[in-house]
């Protein structure tokens, strides 16, 4: 009995940092020409979804209000090998979503298309940004009333998938384990080699040194 509660203290630990570690919410603040990028470190075959919305800077009210629908956001998703996964324009509030093929660090990049518009004219837009991440994309509400499930079924379907989750992330933790072997590797036969490389040039010089000591004193008849 004890041993079946310490398993899903486990289970509800590792599920709860899952879910801190794939649902990230913030804002930030952009100029007119400005482009902010940010990093995820995403499994592969992992759904992303992204909902913002944009705020446009009064400055007479001095607040920051809803942006104009003429006020558009340009949304760049490259995936670990610089390749661009999405590249699409958006109104000013929407959402995108892309699905991970490699796993890795992923660019999310957002700028605004103001410089079509006077509008904007040097202002500050701050841009509301919400990404999920994995089983966190998923309308738990809908999928019930779709496939009329119960709420026990439901329940479990969630913790389903939040083991999937789980799983993938561990497989992505070992793929950068993997990766940062080989580069240890890797540098660790590097530096003996160069050190073989020294130790080889050392060893000629010196016996170059002795060489020319010995014919500059055969010259000087010294020996």
């Not at 298309?113 to 904007?120: E, P, Q, R």
Request: hydrophobic fraction near 35%; aromatic fraction near 12%; proline fraction near 2%.
């Amino acid at each position: 009995m004890v041993a079946v509660k310490m398993q899903y203290c486990v289970l509800s630990v590792l599920l709860l940092n899952v879910y801190y570690t794939f649902v990230s919410s913030l804002y930030f603040h952009i100029g007119e020409t400005e482009k902010k990028c940010f990093i995820e470190e995403i499994p592969d075959e992992t759904m992303i979804i992204g909902n913002y919305r944009t705020q446009l800077y009064d400055k007479q009210k001095e607040e920051y209000l809803p942006a104009t629908q003429g006020l558009g956001m340009f949304v760049e998703v490259k995936d670990p090998d610089e390749k661009v996964i999405l590249s699409r324009q958006y109104g000013s509030e929407g959402r995108f979503t892309f699905t991970s093929h490699t796993p890795g660090e992923h660019q999310i990049c957002l700028h605004s298309n103001s410089s079509k518009f006077a509008l904007f004219a040097g202002g500050m837009l701050r841009v509301h940004l919400d990404i999920q991440v994995g089983e966190h994309t998923n309308n738990y509400a809908e999928i019930a009333a779709k496939d009329k499930l119960t709420e026990l079924q439901l329940r479990v379907r969630q913790l389903v998938e939040q083991v999937d989750q789980i799983q993938k992330e561990q497989n992505y933790q070992r793929y950068r384990e993997e990766r940062f072997r080989q580069t240890s590797e890797s540098t660790n036969q590097r530096v003996l080699w160069w050190s073989i490389v020294q130790t080889l040039i050392l060893v000629a010089i010196g016996f170059w040194q002795m060489r020319h000591l010995k014919s500059f004193f055969e010259a000087k008849k010294l020996v």
